[in-house]
């Protein structure tokens, strides 16, 4: 208890402990100080840490933050949404539980990359205007699936289909042709009959719309009232750096310096690229049991992971070589094929389809984080080297003649 107390001290501003650490160590020695003196102690260096801070600095720091995450806000283009809902009823000798195996399905392959291509060649308006003159299309579908676009299944057999646009007419023209894929899909599902499909009789159902596609006027990003308080905030923290590279500005320059030398040599260390591809499957049981045959013959780097709804595999194939990688999906989907035929010649209803394709890598894993790493380490370069010259240039103001 003694050596924990004696540790508290330096808690305390140094230019305190400079000055009363020797009487406050012996002090807590002829009191008998225990564990209750601890709050108080904490509470006690706390304020003196508080009464010592330059509130002028943090209060200009806190009011940059402020100003620059408000003008930031404002260039964030605002997002509407457009939220429609669908409900597959079963009639006839349907149930509830097929209706909603099959309306996952249905989701599914709506929300494909291969269908998602044909949305984006399909839709009137053009999609990620910017982004497409930059970046391949793939990327931005997944990036759009994982941000804009949702279509979940509710346990009650609701669906619904949200998408966030630019605009509320583009969200509400996306919305509209999505629900009607999910009524294309489900007409093919039950219009040719067994034998002609890879896949098992269905029973008869029927997709209603439950709520049409809305049409939203009120933006529902960004929330810059958030965004201005977390300025704030980042401001509070800028103005706490800056006292700490004024006290420490070799160990900045090194940390900045190591980050840049790391960043450039990471481009010659052989970083992989991923490959991605998704199978489905009739069932559930099919989808494990091909997985646990295939496993035992995978080859380095390839891992398989049951997606969510248990009847699909994701399959991420990595290699330094982006066109190695991509082959390294195809193998695998062709073992997967390979172990699905073998089980049809005891069951007629097992089939698989591949959803998505093996995918180009375009970018490494190394790339994505090499060019954020230099750019912050570029930032903390010239933020400290400004901080340190006006803080000098201010001393030698200060300084007699």
Do not use: C
Request: charged share 25%.
């Amino acid at each position: 208890m003694k050596r924990l107390l004696t540790s508290l001290i330096y808690l305390y501003p140094r230019v305190w402990r400079e000055r009363y650490s020797q009487e406050f160590a012996a002090l807590l020695e002829d009191t008998g100080a225990g564990w209750r003196q601890i709050p108080d102690i904490l509470t006690e260096a706390l304020q003196m840490r508080i009464a010592t801070l330059n509130l002028r600095l943090i209060g200009l720091f806190a009011l940059f933050g402020l100003a620059i995450a408000t003008i930031a806000s404002f260039r964030i283009p605002d997002k509407f949404v457009s939220v429609a809902v669908v409900k597959l009823l079963p009639v006839a000798d349907g149930d509830d539980a097929t209706a909603r195996r099959e309306m996952v399905e249905l989701t599914r392959g709506v929300t494909s990359q291969s269908s998602l291509v044909r949305l984006f060649n399909d839709l009137s308006v053009d999609l990620y205007k910017d982004e497409r003159r930059r970046y391949p299309l793939g990327m931005i579908i997944e990036d759009m699936k994982s941000h804009d676009l949702s279509v979940n299944t509710r346990p009650d057999g609701l669906t619904l289909v949200t998408y966030r646009g630019t605009s509320p007419a583009e969200a509400q023209t996306v919305v509209r042709l999505m629900v009607d894929r999910l009524r294309e899909d489900h007409g093919h599902r039950h219009s040719f009959p067994p034998g002609l499909r890879n896949a098992p009789h269905l029973p008869a159902s029927r997709l209603d719309v439950v709520n049409a596609p809305s049409f939203d006027n009120a933006p529902i990003y960004p929330n810059r009232p958030v965004i201005a308080l977390v300025g704030i905030f980042l401001g509070i923290g800028a103005a706490f750096a800056f006292v700490l590279i004024r006290k420490a500005p070799g160990f900045w320059f090194r940390g900045a310096l190591t980050l840049i030398g790391l960043a450039l040599l990471s481009r010659f260390l052989p970083f992989p690229s991923e490959s991605r591809s998704v199978v489905v499957f009739d069932s559930p049981a099919t989808a494990r049991s091909v997985r646990v045959e295939v496993e035992k013959s995978l080859q380095p780097g390839v891992t398989l992971t049951p997606d969510p709804r248990a009847t699909g595999l994701k399959i991420l194939a990595r290699h330094s070589d982006r066109i190695l990688a991509q082959r390294l999906g195809v193998d695998t989907i062709r073992q997967l094929e390979d172990a699905v035929r073998a089980r049809q010649a005891y069951s007629q209803t097992t089939w698989a389809e591949v959803l998505d394709g093996p995918s180009f890598p375009v970018l490494s894993i190394a790339d994505i984080w090499q060019g954020r790493t230099i750019y912050t380490a570029l930032a903390l370069v010239l933020v400290s080297g400004s901080l340190l010259l006006v803080d000098r240039r201010r001393r030698r103001e200060v300084q007699p003649a």
